[in-house]
């Protein structure tokens, strides 16, 4: 088995499970789920990897009332304890002055930008959703807590440097969790190392704490090494 970023042997597996709004949700049973450690870039990984299907299933009502109150129903105490995350950042400042740091975006594209709230550059942004067909090249690609959802972190950010002008910029943003064992619609935590190999190259990288979790906020460019 290797690493699914690195490609390095030198993993390991550990224990883990499935949450259980995941299992009700894609009908996986939670002892399938275990837990994968790179001990080369510090990546770590639930074994399952969510399908199309599987993503449509957790994902078709996301943030919904009823997405909430079913979330509640298996996870008793989530919104108690998580539910700030689902609320406006009101971040797209820090985000476009980082940006702008390296350059000014004539064109954006958000992929998973959901209804454009925290998308940076609004005025001059395409929006879309995970799946759906894309069009043209953009100075910047944004995918903000996008990668810590998918099946396959290589993919997305090929998708992104496909549709990126030359000199374009991707910009994603990851949250700084904790190691845990039990997986929910986060089916990986990134380690920093493990976003620069993914990433690379990667031109700026920078941490902060936006008052609701603290982020990883990352540039790469257009050409891989």
């Not at 476009?96 to 000014?104: M, N």
């Not at 396959?152 to 090929?158: E, G, L, M, Q």
């Not at 089916?187 to 979790?213: A, H």
Request: charged share 25%.
């Amino acid at each position: 088995m290797n690493c699914i970023i690195c490609d390095s042997e030198t993993v390991e597996i550990q224990s883990g499970k499935l949450a259980a709004f995941i299992v009700h949700r894609i009908g996986v049973p939670a002892e399938e789920g275990f837990t994968i450690q790179c001990n080369q870039c510090g990546f770590r990984y639930g074994n399952v990897r969510f399908t199309d299907e599987q993503a449509q299933a957790i994902y078709g009502d996301y943030r919904t009332d009823r997405y909430f109150e079913e979330r509640e129903r298996f996870e008793p105490g989530f919104m108690a304890e998580y539910g700030h995350h689902f609320k406006p950042r009101n971040g797209t400042d820090k985000v476009e002055a980082f940006v702008r740091s390296h350059k000014e975006p004539v064109t954006v594209l958000d992929i998973g930008g959901g209804n454009g709230e925290n998308t940076p550059f609004r005025d001059r942004a395409t929006i879309v959703d995970i799946g759906d067909t894309i069009e043209g090249r953009y100075d910047l690609v944004v995918m903000s807590h996008i990668l810590e959802h998918v099946g396959s972190p290589r993919h997305f950010v090929d998708l992104a440097r496909n549709h990126l002008a030359a000199d374009g910029l991707i910009y994603t943003e990851t949250p700084i969790e904790p190691a845990h064992s039990v997986w929910h619609e986060h089916c990986q935590v990134f380690s920093e190392q493990s976003l620069r190999t993914l990433l690379d190259p990667m031109i700026d990288y920078r941490e902060d704490n936006n008052g609701i979790c603290g982020i990883r906020m990352t540039l790469s460019t257009s050409t891989k090494k």
